[in-house]
């Protein structure tokens, strides 16, 4: 029981270190309104900007300005609807908020939400401050909280792992931590880190429908977006082939026209279209062109029957929503745009950043091999399987990061001969804390939180007082194949500091005892007051 009174009092700040963005992706109602409560909560106190007060913002749009300016606000006493002392609360390990004085706005500054009573303090009875002075967590008394929980039997024969001080990339334990196992789809950190390297944080992917002015042909064009979609209720924050059809309809109708022959060009990518697994209801054929990832029902993540060519779905769709238009077309085919060809309409993809976190939150094996895809583009490679991994690893070597070992088969971590150490994990963690690199941030804002989004949502919420007391605290990228089970985020420890961490464990017989194994670890990481 000392885990969970020390877990539960930390949710608010380990929430604000690396706040995630809630919002992206639609919520299914079988969710908790526990959860949906608390985590408006800590979505909120997210914007009190642990990480970002110290890297600043990372995208052109100003972002993570604003969530800066929303820190300093909520520094200042009181309230903007409130006089007097203000109230405290832990935001980023530092110390305590608020102060005595007016009610703390000033000319010109952000103006101060209104003050209110903690939400959180209830979960662990007293809201409480990082212990000043305390040292990072390590030697023997780190070492005595994990070894037991992995060495676990329901983690199999072989399992490495590693604990660093985010703050200062100092390893705080380890036991195998160069030992290279397969790491399952904790691959797509690295994939992540990859694409953002290459990319930045504020690349955006384009679809466009093009008139050859030859052959008066209407070519819809991939760019290779896998977030493209044609659902009417997704058309906002993503890229709509609706909007596409209705922009591409209404230049035609300009020029006259309101019958014509439509081809698609699938091109942008090389290489086998097909995943060495095979035909897999976790990914659909690898394609520049798609709508909804291909998927055959109404899901949004997670398993699902796949169309068998993604592309020439996308097109016969996209023909579909033209007549709806008004321009009639012919059943489509492949095609291949030539430079002559004008654009005539273009939809475009969120920035990279908002894809990075969709892939890492719902654990997106579509969005992860399009990024590798894209990675290979942007390093010169051919945008396949092959050049993506290779593109991932030659991205990951100029970043300075711990390759030995590491041996990369494709983005998404589904080919079992995918190979990582605990150590380079860890560091590719480190990395995206990194102040000098404030693109890479959406690595940590995109990990699922434990009990509340993707593929934590349904963890660590057993209400029996064990892994459930690090509910909101536990950050990481789940990893699950036949076999394997892998783990790897970040934590705020009882004396608030900031790990990272890494557990990989192969041989696994049962998965759910084995992730209920890692999720008992990562808890007890969070409740060690172990400085």
Request: aromatic share 2%.
């Amino acid at each position: 029981m000392r885990v969970a009174s020390a877990v539960r009092p930390r949710l608010a700040r380990a929430a604000a270190v690396v706040g995630p963005q809630l919002a992206r992706v639609p919520r299914t109602p079988a969710a908790r309104t526990w959860q949906y409560a608390a985590g408006a909560a800590t979505a909120g106190l997210a914007l009190a900007a642990g990480v970002v007060t110290v890297a600043g913002p990372w995208d052109a749009t100003g972002q993570r300005t604003a969530e800066r300016e929303r820190a300093v606000a909520l520094e200042r006493p009181g309230g903007a609807d409130h006089g007097g002392t203000g109230g405290s609360g832990d935001s980023d390990g530092s110390g305590d908020l608020g102060g005595s004085g007016g009610s703390g706005t000033e000319a010109g500054a952000p103006r101060p939400a209104p003050s209110a009573p903690s939400v959180l303090a209830g979960l662990g009875g007293t809201t409480d401050t990082v212990s000043a002075g305390k040292t990072p967590p390590g030697g023997q008394a780190l070492a005595d909280v994990l070894e037991p929980l992995l060495g676990a039997p329901a983690l199999g024969g072989t399992r490495t792992a590693a604990v660093v001080d985010m703050s200062t990339g100092k390893r705080l334990y380890g036991t195998g931590t160069g030992k290279a196992l397969t790491p399952a789809s904790t691959t797509k950190i690295a994939t992540a880190v990859a694409a953002l390297s290459a990319l930045g944080a504020d690349h955006r992917l384009t679809t466009r429908a093009a008139l050859e002015a030859d052959t008066g042909e209407l070519i819809l064009v991939g760019g290779g977006d896998p977030t493209l979609t044609a659902r009417p209720e997704f058309g906002g924050d993503w890229a709509s082939l609706r909007v596409l059809a209705d922009d591409t309809a209404a230049a035609l109708k300009k020029r006259g026209i309101d019958k014509i022959i439509l081809s698609y060009d699938n091109t942008l990518f090389a290489g086998p279209a097909l995943h060495p697994v095979g035909v897999n209801e976790n990914l659909a054929p690898v394609s520049a062109l798609s709508a909804d990832e291909g998927r055959t029902d109404k899901s949004v993540s997670g398993p699902a029957t796949r169309v068998g060519d993604p592309a020439a779905a996308a097109a016969r769709t996209f023909a579909d929503l033209l007549k709806k238009a008004g321009i009639r077309t012919t059943a489509p085919g492949p095609s291949k745009a030539t430079s002559r060809a004008e654009t005539l309409a273009t939809v475009t993809s969120p920035p990279l950043s908002a894809l990075v976190e969709r892939m890492l939150t719902n654990s997106d094996n579509d969005i992860a091999e399009a990024l590798a895809r894209q990675t290979a583009l942007a390093s010169g490679r051919p945008a396949s399987f092959d050049g993506g991994a290779k593109a991932i690893a030659a991205q990951l070597t100029r970043l300075g990061l711990p390759m030995s070992g590491a041996s990369f088969h494709d983005g998404s971590g589904l080919d079992r001969n995918d190979r990582l150490t605990a150590n380079l994990l860890t560091a590719l963690l480190v990395k995206a804390a990194d102040p000098a690199r404030p693109g890479l941030r959406p690595v940590l804002t995109g990990l699922p939180v434990a009990g509340f989004t993707g593929t934590l949502a349904t963890r660590y919420t057993d209400g029996g007082g064990g892994a459930d007391s690090a509910a909101g605290v536990v950050r990481a990228k789940t990893g699950t194949l036949t076999g394997v089970n892998t783990l790897a985020g970040t934590v705020v420890d009882a004396d608030g500091h900031l790990l990272a961490f890494a557990f990989l464990a192969s041989g696994t017989t049962d998965p759910l005892q084995a992730q209920a194994a890692l999720d008992r670890t990562a808890t007890a990481l969070a409740g060690c007051g172990c400085g």
